[in-house]
Protein backbone atom coordinates (compact mmCIF):
# COMPACT_ATOMS: atom_id res chain seq x y z
CA UNK A 1 0.00 0.00 0.00
CA UNK A 2 1.11 3.39 -0.83
CA UNK A 3 2.29 5.93 2.03
CA UNK A 4 -0.16 8.43 0.21
CA UNK A 5 -2.91 6.21 0.62
CA UNK A 6 -2.08 4.98 4.15
CA UNK A 7 -2.20 8.54 5.66
CA UNK A 8 -5.68 9.05 3.42
CA UNK A 9 -7.60 7.36 5.50
CA UNK A 10 -6.82 8.89 8.54
CA UNK A 11 -6.91 12.34 7.14
CA UNK A 12 -10.54 12.24 6.02
CA UNK A 13 -11.19 10.78 9.38
CA UNK A 14 -9.86 14.26 10.41
CA UNK A 15 -11.73 16.46 8.13
CA UNK A 16 -15.17 14.80 8.90
CA UNK A 17 -14.63 15.12 12.44
CA UNK A 18 -13.98 18.95 12.37
CA UNK A 19 -16.31 19.16 9.69
CA UNK A 20 -18.92 17.15 12.30
CA UNK A 21 -17.60 19.55 15.05
CA UNK A 22 -18.15 22.71 13.43
CA UNK A 23 -22.16 21.85 12.21
CA UNK A 24 -23.44 19.66 15.18
CA UNK A 25 -25.13 21.30 18.00
CA UNK A 26 -23.73 20.80 21.85
CA UNK A 27 -23.99 17.03 22.35
CA UNK A 28 -26.33 15.82 25.05
CA UNK A 29 -24.80 14.91 28.84
CA UNK A 30 -27.00 11.49 29.04
CA UNK A 31 -27.68 8.32 27.12
CA UNK A 32 -30.71 9.45 26.64
CA UNK A 33 -30.12 10.74 23.42
CA UNK A 34 -32.39 10.44 20.55
CA UNK A 35 -31.14 7.20 18.44
CA UNK A 36 -30.48 7.66 15.11
CA UNK A 37 -32.05 4.81 14.03
CA UNK A 38 -35.15 3.80 15.78
CA UNK A 39 -35.30 -0.11 17.26
CA UNK A 40 -38.01 -1.00 14.91
CA UNK A 41 -35.50 0.06 11.72
CA UNK A 42 -32.97 -1.98 13.28
CA UNK A 43 -34.86 -5.17 14.12
CA UNK A 44 -36.29 -4.72 10.50
CA UNK A 45 -33.18 -4.32 8.87
CA UNK A 46 -31.19 -7.05 10.72
CA UNK A 47 -34.32 -9.67 11.52
CA UNK A 48 -33.97 -10.49 7.99
CA UNK A 49 -30.45 -11.87 8.78
CA UNK A 50 -31.19 -13.81 11.56
CA UNK A 51 -29.67 -10.96 14.05
CA UNK A 52 -31.25 -8.89 16.95
CA UNK A 53 -34.24 -11.56 17.32
CA UNK A 54 -35.36 -11.55 20.69
CA UNK A 55 -36.93 -14.66 20.36
CA UNK A 56 -33.38 -16.46 19.63
CA UNK A 57 -32.36 -18.76 22.59
CA UNK A 58 -28.98 -19.33 22.85
CA UNK A 59 -27.90 -23.25 22.24
CA UNK A 60 -25.64 -25.80 23.96
CA UNK A 61 -22.79 -25.43 21.73
CA UNK A 62 -23.15 -21.84 21.77
CA UNK A 63 -24.64 -20.87 25.29
CA UNK A 64 -24.28 -16.85 25.01
CA UNK A 65 -25.29 -14.31 23.29
CA UNK A 66 -23.54 -11.94 21.07
CA UNK A 67 -23.49 -8.24 21.72
CA UNK A 68 -21.78 -6.32 19.10
CA UNK A 69 -20.48 -3.29 19.67
CA UNK A 70 -20.05 -0.43 16.23
CA UNK A 71 -17.19 1.81 16.03
CA UNK A 72 -16.98 5.62 15.62
CA UNK A 73 -19.22 7.21 12.75
CA UNK A 74 -20.89 3.17 13.15
CA UNK A 75 -24.34 2.12 13.50
CA UNK A 76 -25.78 -0.79 14.86
CA UNK A 77 -26.37 -2.12 11.36
CA UNK A 78 -23.85 -1.01 8.35
CA UNK A 79 -20.87 -1.92 10.79
CA UNK A 80 -22.19 -5.86 10.87
CA UNK A 81 -23.70 -6.48 7.59
CA UNK A 82 -20.60 -8.90 7.23
CA UNK A 83 -19.69 -10.35 10.83
CA UNK A 84 -23.23 -10.90 11.96
CA UNK A 85 -24.74 -13.30 9.43
CA UNK A 86 -21.26 -14.89 9.84
CA UNK A 87 -21.74 -15.69 13.22
CA UNK A 88 -25.74 -16.29 12.77
CA UNK A 89 -25.28 -18.90 10.15
CA UNK A 90 -22.69 -20.54 13.00
CA UNK A 91 -25.20 -20.56 15.44
CA UNK A 92 -24.96 -17.56 18.03
CA UNK A 93 -27.72 -15.36 19.11
CA UNK A 94 -26.30 -12.11 17.56
CA UNK A 95 -27.38 -8.51 18.80
CA UNK A 96 -26.16 -4.99 17.70
CA UNK A 97 -27.11 -1.88 19.56
CA UNK A 98 -26.60 1.69 18.61
CA UNK A 99 -24.72 3.97 21.12
CA UNK A 100 -23.19 7.61 21.10
CA UNK A 101 -25.26 9.48 19.33
CA UNK A 102 -25.37 13.40 19.05
CA UNK A 103 -28.75 15.25 18.79
CA UNK A 104 -29.38 16.24 14.94
CA UNK A 105 -26.81 14.08 13.67
CA UNK A 106 -28.40 11.47 11.92
CA UNK A 107 -26.63 7.97 11.13
CA UNK A 108 -22.86 8.92 12.00
CA UNK A 109 -22.95 7.33 15.91
CA UNK A 110 -20.39 7.15 18.49
CA UNK A 111 -19.37 10.04 18.87
CA UNK A 112 -20.70 11.36 22.49
CA UNK A 113 -18.61 10.91 25.39
CA UNK A 114 -17.42 7.51 25.85
CA UNK A 115 -18.44 7.06 29.59
CA UNK A 116 -22.21 7.92 28.65
CA UNK A 117 -21.57 5.88 25.79
CA UNK A 118 -20.91 2.65 28.24
CA UNK A 119 -23.99 3.38 29.80
CA UNK A 120 -25.86 2.63 27.05
CA UNK A 121 -23.94 -0.38 26.66
CA UNK A 122 -25.05 -1.21 30.05
CA UNK A 123 -28.48 -1.21 29.85
CA UNK A 124 -28.30 -2.64 26.56
CA UNK A 125 -26.80 -5.59 28.11
CA UNK A 126 -29.16 -6.06 30.55
CA UNK A 127 -32.01 -6.49 27.91
CA UNK A 128 -30.19 -9.20 26.31
CA UNK A 129 -29.69 -11.04 29.14
CA UNK A 130 -33.41 -10.84 29.86
CA UNK A 131 -34.55 -11.73 26.62
CA UNK A 132 -32.05 -14.80 26.44
CA UNK A 133 -32.52 -15.82 29.76
CA UNK A 134 -28.46 -16.08 29.99
CA UNK A 135 -26.25 -14.59 32.95
CA UNK A 136 -23.33 -13.78 30.72
CA UNK A 137 -22.75 -12.26 27.08
CA UNK A 138 -19.79 -12.28 25.06
CA UNK A 139 -19.06 -9.19 23.41
CA UNK A 140 -17.12 -8.06 20.04
CA UNK A 141 -16.29 -4.57 18.83
CA UNK A 142 -14.77 -2.99 16.22
CA UNK A 143 -12.27 0.73 16.67
CA UNK A 144 -13.73 2.48 19.46
CA UNK A 145 -16.36 -0.57 20.06
CA UNK A 146 -13.81 -2.49 21.21
CA UNK A 147 -12.17 -0.24 23.72
CA UNK A 148 -15.74 1.52 25.46
CA UNK A 149 -16.73 -1.48 26.88
CA UNK A 150 -13.44 -2.08 28.96
CA UNK A 151 -14.78 1.01 31.04
CA UNK A 152 -18.67 -0.64 31.45
CA UNK A 153 -16.57 -3.51 32.70
CA UNK A 154 -14.23 -1.96 35.28
CA UNK A 155 -16.65 0.89 36.12
CA UNK A 156 -20.10 -0.28 35.54
CA UNK A 157 -19.97 -4.26 36.83
CA UNK A 158 -19.96 -5.46 33.84
CA UNK A 159 -17.34 -7.95 34.69
CA UNK A 160 -19.81 -9.91 36.14
CA UNK A 161 -21.90 -9.96 33.11
CA UNK A 162 -19.46 -10.64 30.51
CA UNK A 163 -17.38 -13.77 29.15
CA UNK A 164 -15.15 -12.77 26.93
CA UNK A 165 -14.04 -9.51 24.90
CA UNK A 166 -12.92 -9.46 21.50
CA UNK A 167 -12.24 -6.10 19.84
CA UNK A 168 -11.22 -5.79 16.14
CA UNK A 169 -8.92 -2.86 16.17
CA UNK A 170 -9.76 -1.33 19.18
CA UNK A 171 -8.31 1.96 20.25
CA UNK A 172 -7.54 0.75 23.90
CA UNK A 173 -4.35 3.28 24.57
CA UNK A 174 -5.73 5.78 22.47
CA UNK A 175 -4.56 7.18 18.69
CA UNK A 176 -2.17 9.57 17.18
CA UNK A 177 -3.86 8.95 13.92
CA UNK A 178 -0.32 8.50 12.30
CA UNK A 179 0.83 11.91 14.42
CA UNK A 180 -1.64 14.05 12.95
CA UNK A 181 -3.49 14.86 16.37
CA UNK A 182 -0.63 15.78 17.43
CA UNK A 183 -1.29 19.18 14.99
CA UNK A 184 -4.34 20.31 17.33
CA UNK A 185 -2.51 22.38 19.37
CA UNK A 186 -0.81 24.76 16.87
CA UNK A 187 -4.81 25.30 15.85
CA UNK A 188 -5.77 27.58 18.70
CA UNK A 189 -9.36 26.33 19.88
CA UNK A 190 -9.24 23.17 17.24
CA UNK A 191 -9.17 20.96 20.26
CA UNK A 192 -11.49 22.72 22.39
CA UNK A 193 -13.79 22.60 19.27
CA UNK A 194 -13.49 18.59 19.04
CA UNK A 195 -14.06 18.26 23.25
CA UNK A 196 -16.98 20.71 23.46
CA UNK A 197 -19.17 19.21 19.85
CA UNK A 198 -17.87 15.48 19.84
CA UNK A 199 -16.18 14.36 23.13
CA UNK A 200 -16.01 10.80 21.65
CA UNK A 201 -13.47 11.83 19.41
CA UNK A 202 -11.38 13.55 22.07
CA UNK A 203 -11.71 10.62 24.29
CA UNK A 204 -10.14 8.66 21.99
CA UNK A 205 -6.79 10.46 21.58
CA UNK A 206 -3.87 8.90 23.12
CA UNK A 207 -3.20 10.58 26.89
CA UNK A 208 -6.76 12.09 27.30
CA UNK A 209 -8.19 12.04 30.43
CA UNK A 210 -10.28 9.39 29.60
CA UNK A 211 -8.21 6.79 28.45
CA UNK A 212 -5.74 7.81 31.30
CA UNK A 213 -8.93 6.59 34.16
CA UNK A 214 -9.44 3.51 31.82
CA UNK A 215 -5.62 1.79 31.76
CA UNK A 216 -4.61 3.35 35.09
CA UNK A 217 -3.99 0.02 37.24
CA UNK A 218 -3.88 -2.21 34.44
CA UNK A 219 -5.66 -2.79 31.22
CA UNK A 220 -7.88 -5.43 32.32
CA UNK A 221 -10.85 -7.12 35.10
CA UNK A 222 -10.43 -10.65 36.68
CA UNK A 223 -13.28 -12.90 35.18
CA UNK A 224 -13.05 -11.72 31.74
CA UNK A 225 -11.07 -12.99 28.96
CA UNK A 226 -9.83 -10.70 26.42
CA UNK A 227 -8.52 -11.12 22.49
CA UNK A 228 -7.49 -7.89 20.42
CA UNK A 229 -7.47 -8.75 16.57
CA UNK A 230 -5.20 -6.13 14.87
CA UNK A 231 -3.73 -5.74 11.46
CA UNK A 232 -0.59 -3.87 10.85
CA UNK A 233 -2.07 -2.02 7.94
CA UNK A 234 -4.10 0.13 10.46
CA UNK A 235 -4.16 3.55 9.32
CA UNK A 236 -6.37 5.02 12.16
CA UNK A 237 -5.61 3.61 15.33
CA UNK A 238 -1.19 4.37 15.30
CA UNK A 239 0.69 2.67 16.49
CA UNK A 240 -1.44 -0.80 15.68
CA UNK A 241 0.77 -2.56 18.56
CA UNK A 242 -1.04 0.28 20.91
CA UNK A 243 -4.53 -1.74 20.52
CA UNK A 244 -2.94 -4.40 22.38
CA UNK A 245 -3.53 -5.83 26.27
CA UNK A 246 -1.34 -6.49 28.71
CA UNK A 247 -2.93 -8.56 31.52
CA UNK A 248 -4.20 -12.05 32.65
CA UNK A 249 -6.55 -14.00 29.53
CA UNK A 250 -5.53 -11.98 27.04
CA UNK A 251 -4.84 -13.12 23.46
CA UNK A 252 -2.91 -10.52 21.19
CA UNK A 253 -3.38 -11.24 17.59
CA UNK A 254 -1.72 -9.88 14.70
CA UNK A 255 -3.64 -10.36 11.40
CA UNK A 256 -0.30 -11.15 8.87
CA UNK A 257 0.81 -13.39 11.37
CA UNK A 258 -1.82 -15.85 10.57
CA UNK A 259 -2.26 -14.67 6.55
CA UNK A 260 1.02 -12.96 5.15
CA UNK A 261 -0.83 -11.77 2.34
CA UNK A 262 -3.93 -10.23 4.13
CA UNK A 263 -4.01 -6.53 3.44
CA UNK A 264 -6.66 -5.34 5.73
CA UNK A 265 -6.63 -2.18 7.52
CA UNK A 266 -9.08 -0.28 10.01
CA UNK A 267 -12.06 -0.65 8.41
CA UNK A 268 -12.17 -3.76 6.19
CA UNK A 269 -10.95 -5.95 9.70
CA UNK A 270 -14.36 -5.14 10.93
CA UNK A 271 -16.11 -5.09 7.86
CA UNK A 272 -15.74 -7.83 5.86
CA UNK A 273 -12.42 -9.60 6.55
CA UNK A 274 -13.24 -13.49 6.78
CA UNK A 275 -9.61 -14.29 7.79
CA UNK A 276 -10.59 -11.85 11.07
CA UNK A 277 -14.13 -12.98 11.13
CA UNK A 278 -12.68 -17.07 11.49
CA UNK A 279 -10.16 -15.68 14.74
CA UNK A 280 -13.39 -14.17 16.19
CA UNK A 281 -15.09 -17.86 16.40
CA UNK A 282 -12.12 -19.15 18.03
CA UNK A 283 -12.27 -16.45 20.60
CA UNK A 284 -15.63 -16.71 20.87
CA UNK A 285 -15.53 -20.90 21.07
CA UNK A 286 -12.17 -21.90 21.98
CA UNK A 287 -13.11 -25.41 22.99
CA UNK A 288 -14.15 -25.55 19.20
CA UNK A 289 -11.16 -23.45 17.60
CA UNK A 290 -9.44 -24.50 14.51
CA UNK A 291 -6.42 -23.01 13.05
CA UNK A 292 -6.70 -19.51 11.27
CA UNK A 293 -5.12 -19.54 7.78
CA UNK A 294 -5.54 -17.70 4.46
CA UNK A 295 -8.06 -20.28 3.92
CA UNK A 296 -10.29 -19.23 6.12
CA UNK A 297 -11.50 -16.44 3.53
CA UNK A 298 -13.47 -19.29 2.52
CA UNK A 299 -14.77 -21.05 5.73
Same mark, same amino acid.
Given at each position: MLPWKRAFGPLAALLLAVSVATTAPAVATTPAATPTVSPTAVT @? #?? @???GWNNYSCKPSTAHPRPVVLVHGTFGNSVDNWLGLAPYLVNRGYCVFSLDYGQLPGVPFFNGLG???KSAEQLSAY????? #?ATGTSKVDIVGHSQGGMMPRHYLKFLGGAAKVNALVGLAPDNHGTTLLGLTKLLPHFP? #??????EK???? @???IAGSAFLTKLNAGGDTVPGVKYT???TRYDQVVTPYRSQFLSGPDVRNVTLQDLCAVNLSEHLAIGLIDRIAFHEVTNALDPGRATPTTCASVIG
Open positions: @A #AA @ASSPIDVDRVL #AG #AEDLLTTPGL @ADQVIA
